[in-house]
Nanobody, 127 residues
C-alpha cells in the first residue's frame, strides 16, 4: 500500500523560506519519479515540480523556477522541496505524489492517481 507523508509546511513571510519533506513507502521509491503539486484557495490543482527516480532530472513550473528546488534522498525514501523567496501567491496546500514511471515525463497531472498522493501540508505566506 502506497503511503506518502508530507511535513514542513507552516506560516512564512513574503521573501522567506520553507523546506517541505515527503517520505514514502509501500513502493520502490528509488525507481519512481516524484512530483510536488499544490492547490491554492479557490484554485485548481497545479503542478509545481518533479524529479526523476534517480534524481538526475528535475523540472519546475514557470511560477516557481529559480525560487524552488526539488531534491531527493533515496536512502531514506524522502523527497524535498526547498522554497525560497516565498510570495503570497505560493499560499496553498502542497502535496507530494508518486508518478507512474521512473522518468519525469510520467508525472503529468492526468497520470496521477488520488491514492498516490499524500495528505498535504499547508503553506501560508503573508505579505
Amino acid at each position: 500500500q502506497v503511503q506518502l507523508v508530507e511535513s514542513g509546511g507552516g506560516l512564512a513571510q513574503s521573501g522567506g523560506s520553507l523546506r517541505l519533506s515527503c517520505r514514502g513507502w509501500g513502493f520502490n521509491f528509488g525507481l519512481t519519479a516524484m512530483t510536488w503539486v499544490r492547490q491554492g484557495p479557490g484554485k485548481e490543482l497545479e503542478w509545481v515540480s518533479r524529479i526523476a527516480g534517480s534524481g538526475g532530472s528535475t523540472d519546475y513550473a514557470d511560477s516557481v523556477k529559480g525560487r524552488f528546488t526539488v531534491s531527493r534522498n533515496n536512502a531514506i525514501n524522502t523527497v524535498y522541496l526547498q522554497m525560497n523567496d516565498l510570495k503570497p501567491e505560493d499560499t496553498a496546500m502542497y502535496y507530494c505524489a508518486k508518478c507512474p514511471k521512473p522518468y519525469t515525463a510520467s508525472c503529468a497531472l492526468t497520470n496521477l492517481l488520488p491514492e498516490d498522493r499524500g495528505q498535504g501540508t499547508q503553506v501560508t505566506v503573508s505579505s
